[in-house]
T-cell receptor, first 111, second 110 residues
Framework: DVKVTQSSRYLVKRTGEKVFLECVQDMDHENMFWYRQDPGLGLRLIYFSYDVKMKEKGDIPEGYSVSREKKERFSLILESASTNQTSMYLC??????????FGSGTRLTVV | TQLLEQSPQFLSIQEGENLTVYCNSSSVFSSLQWYRQEPGEGPVLLVTVVTGGEVKKLKRLTFQFGDARKDSSLHITAAQPGDTGLYLCAGSSNTGKLIFGQGTTLQVKP
């Protein structure tokens, strides 16, 4: 089974801090995704990557950036955290037209 | 813009009842997936349907893809408290990304 590991389950950060969320997959999947999940809004795509060093903006990229230096690792960066970025962040991986495998999520609170 | 509308958003039923969750769009999807998410965890893939009219069964869960590949349904027979969770449908868009519905929160009371 594909395993997707997110580095932290819970994070509390201060407004203005730079925040790194890490995601590692243990299969050779090309595609990796970062979503945020908020009540009533569902899952919204922030960024995705189809290959090493490649990145594409999703639906809500503002305030975020990503890094994919190795195939198995996809990092989400909040350049200057704000309270409206308090959310559940989900990393996912997939291959071709099949389903996604999600990590357990990181619940980020910005105070 | 491709959108998926899920209904109902919330469902609270007694153990043993049947229920159906709907996922509708005006767009055609190449495939559609259903996920289940428990509190504090990421969504877990239940099934992928690809062919129009396709029906798949997973124990007490029956998934159907509409003939025109624009809609899908999830039917649960004799719901159990263990079925409680958030159910999400997701369609593969024409750009290759997954588009998610807003989700259906199901509570099954013993």
């Amino acid at each position: 089974d594909v395993k997707v590991t997110q580095s932290s389950r819970y994070l509390v950060k201060r407004t203005g801090e730079k925040v790194f969320l890490e995601c590692v997959q243990d299969m050779d999947h090309e595609n990796m995704f970062w979503y945020r999940q908020d009540p009533g809004l569902g899952l919204r795509l922030i960024y995705f990557s189809y290959d090493v060093k490649m990145k594409e903006k999703g639906d809500i990229p503002e305030g975020y950036s990503v890094s994919r230096e190795k195939k198995e690792r996809f990092s989400l960066i909040l350049e200057s955290a704000s309270t409206n970025q308090t959310s559940m962040y989900l990393c996912a991986t997939g291959s071709g037209g099949g389903g996604y495998t999600f990590g357990s999520g990181t619940r980020l609170t910005v105070v | 813009t491709q959108l998926l509308e899920q209904s109902p958003q919330f469902l609270s039923i007694q153990e043993g009842e049947n229920l159906t969750v709907y996922c509708n769009s005006s767009s055609v999807f190449s495939s559609l997936q259903w996920y289940r998410q428990e509190p504090g965890e990421g969504p877990v893939l239940l099934v992928t349907v690809v062919t129009g009219g396709e029906v798949k069964k997973l124990k007490r869960l029956t998934f159907q893809f509409g003939d025109a590949r624009k809609d899908s349904s999830l039917h649960i027979t004799a719901a159990q408290p263990g079925d409680t969770g958030l159910y999400l449908c997701a369609g593969s868009s024409n750009t290759g990304k997954l588009i998610f519905g807003q989700g259906t929160t199901l509570q099954v009371k013993p």
